[in-house]
């Protein structure tokens, strides 16, 4: 379970208008629609509140903690990565190996992919030349095939059409479905009618 009990402010020096609680569960999905609800997203990565707390299976999260915390969580940032890399490249950078991604797992994320309407060979593809929509659906799918227990999206279905909203949000109800906690800030009504909470 994920809690973030009476958070006022963050680090940043941002005050909330009102306190934020919010309670998540393994098998749920949770929109956060409030205003700057990506900032809550940083704020549980880095720890960063000013008050209240947060905490993960009741364990706080505190400084010395988010580095064990980190490793069973996954984020998907709104802002994506620039770098003058391939797919594949950050595909290897992100499953953290020399020898790269094992074929069990590439075959899998090859699988998401094309269930999020990617195309199978974007792997050679540099990360500039994809669109915002496709480079922020290839991440997805490496978050989910890695199997983070906390999965952390950040205005997930930005610059996307009908279609690939869909795609994200039926993809983010299927990864919290298989007995892992989706916290996604949006407003997208389509993510938003398949969470089991909603924090408006």
Same mark, same amino acid.
């Given at each position: 379970?994920?809690?973030?009990?009476?958070?006022?402010?963050?680090?940043?020096?941002?005050?909330? +208008?009102? +306190?934020?609680?919010?309670? #998540?569960?393994?098998?749920?999905?949770?929109? *956060?629609?409030?205003?700057?609800?990506?900032?809550?997203?940083?704020?549980?990565?880095?720890?960063?509140?000013?008050?209240?707390?947060?905490?993960?299976?009741?364990?706080?999260?505190?400084?010395?903690?988010?580095?064990?915390? !980190?490793?069973?969580?996954?984020?998907?940032?709104?802002?994506?990565?620039?770098? !003058?890399?391939?797919?594949?490249?950050? #595909?290897?950078?992100?499953?953290?190996?020399?020898?790269?991604?094992?074929?069990?797992?590439?075959?899998? *994320?090859?699988?998401?992919?094309?269930?999020?309407?990617?195309?199978?060979?974007?792997?050679? !593809?540099? *990360?500039?030349?994809?669109?915002?929509?496709? *480079?922020?659906?290839?991440?997805?799918?490496?978050?989910?095939?890695?199997?983070? !227990?906390?999965?952390? #999206?950040?205005?997930?279905?930005?610059?996307?059409?009908?279609?690939?909203?869909?795609?994200?949000?039926?993809?983010?109800?299927?990864?919290?479905?298989?007995?892992?906690? #989706?916290?996604?800030?949006?407003?997208?009504?389509?993510?938003?009618?398949?969470?089991?909470?909603?924090?408006?």
């Amino acid at each position: 379970m994920l809690a973030l009990k009476n958070i006022r402010s963050l680090g940043t020096g941002y005050r909330l +208008p009102r +306190p934020l609680t919010l309670y #998540v569960k393994e098998g749920q999905l949770a929109s *956060l629609t409030v205003d700057n609800a990506g900032m809550f997203l940083a704020a549980i990565l880095a720890r960063m509140p000013a008050d209240g707390y947060i905490s993960i299976d009741s364990e706080r999260i505190t400084p010395s903690t988010i580095h064990v915390m !980190k490793s069973c969580m996954g984020y998907l940032p709104e802002q994506l990565p620039s770098e !003058k890399m391939t797919v594949d490249e950050l #595909v290897d950078m992100f499953f953290g190996s020399e020898a790269g991604i094992d074929d069990y797992s590439r075959s899998m *994320l090859t699988r998401e992919w094309t269930s999020l309407g990617v195309d199978r060979a974007v792997g050679d !593809k540099l *990360l500039s030349d994809l669109d915002d929509a496709e *480079l922020r659906k290839v991440c997805l799918a490496m978050i989910g095939v890695a199997r983070r !227990k906390v999965i952390l #999206v950040d205005n997930p279905t930005k610059d996307m059409d009908y279609d690939d909203r869909s795609r994200v949000a039926e993809y983010l109800r299927q990864l919290a479905s298989d007995d892992r906690l #989706v916290v996604a800030a949006t407003t997208d009504e389509l993510i938003i009618g398949k969470s089991d909470v909603v924090l408006r």
